[in-house]
């Protein structure tokens, strides 16, 4: 069943999905306006999470694991913004990923935005079988994540990968994790209402 307060949080989930859909875009296109609209958006995710915290405190929504939610689309939002860094470096640099390492990342893109969408429906729903989707997602890209990094060594290692472009694909994939492991605090905050720790933030 939907809340007003889940219906509140919706505009910041759209911005945090837009943010992911414009780097993908511009990590394929190398679409700079893109890259700027998408910065932009994070702007207005920063602005917007203490506004709706503050709401969200003085008058605590019904589940009360909504408050929390903001925090973690912030840091979402943040860690698409390193993305952005990322890609905007690439582009300047003139940094060519593989074909498989462009593969790699656009898979993870799409399976962060899915965890991010499953995540965005349960807040208004409460539907406990998109919590435990997103649980077993999560863990799933996780290992996703480790296999592409090791086959990346791989590649290194045989000269397939220029070390240029090794350490913006690997942080690349660590700001994706760290957009997953939102997601999943988020729907773990709906599914049993403990707080979550915050954890390191990816690398700048």
Known sequence: MATSAGEGLLPMFQDVIEMLALARAGFNRHDAAGLETAAALGRSIHKREKELTQELLAAPPEPEALRFVPAHLERMGDAIEGVIRRVRTIDAEGTVFTDRGIREV????????????????????GNQVLARHVEMESLRFQDIASEFARAHEERLIEGVCMPRASSAYLAILDYLREVARHARHITSRMATGRPRERGPAPPR
């Open 106 to 125: 656009n898979e993870l893109f799409d399976r962060a935005a899915e965890m991010v969408e499953c995540a965005r429906d349960l807040t208004r729903t």
